[in-house]
């Protein structure tokens, strides 16, 4: 019953921008908080952002501050990220996972999230 699928990952420039988005089935963003996770070649995977509806917490990786921006549609149940000014470092497959309560989420602990998606990969490069 509990999907997440993520869409929009693609090719592009430095500097460029792409916006990812999550769709989320089976469970509700009052008990799951939503983050964004992502994995490069070679490297541990990472949090990226993280949504928690119930309170508003929105948090940010420092490597992406500034330049990354995650939302929410409450009544589509999905939750996006807005990706600019992007680096060669920002390649990597990107994933969205659902945490109960939160917390995981929040502190960006991929351990701790209960529900992922399949990833999407973004490439930066020219």
């Known amino acids: 019953q509990v999907q997440l699928v993520e869409s929009g990952g693609a090719l592009v420039q430095p500097g460029g921008s792409l916006r990812l988005s999550c769709a989320v089935y089976?469970?509700?963003?009052?008990?799951?908080?939503i983050g964004w996770f992502r994995q490069a070649p070679g490297k541990e995977r990472e949090g990226v952002s993280c949504?928690?509806?119930?309170?508003?917490?929105?948090t940010y990786a420092d490597s992406v501050k500034g330049r990354f921006t995650i939302s929410r549609d409450n009544t589509k149940n999905t939750v996006s990220l807005q990706m600019n000014s992007l680096k060669p470092e920002d390649t990597a497959v990107y994933y969205c996972?659902?945490?109960?309560?939160?917390?995981?989420?929040?502190?960006?602990?991929?351990?701790?999230?209960?529900?992922w998606g399949k990833g999407t990969l973004v490439t930066v490069s020219s």
């Open positions: 996972a659902a945490d109960l309560g939160g917390s995981s989420c929040i502190m960006g602990h991929s351990n701790g999230m209960d529900y």
């Open positions: 089976g469970l509700s963003l009052d008990d799951y908080a």
């Open positions: 949504n928690r509806r119930s309170d508003g917490s929105t």
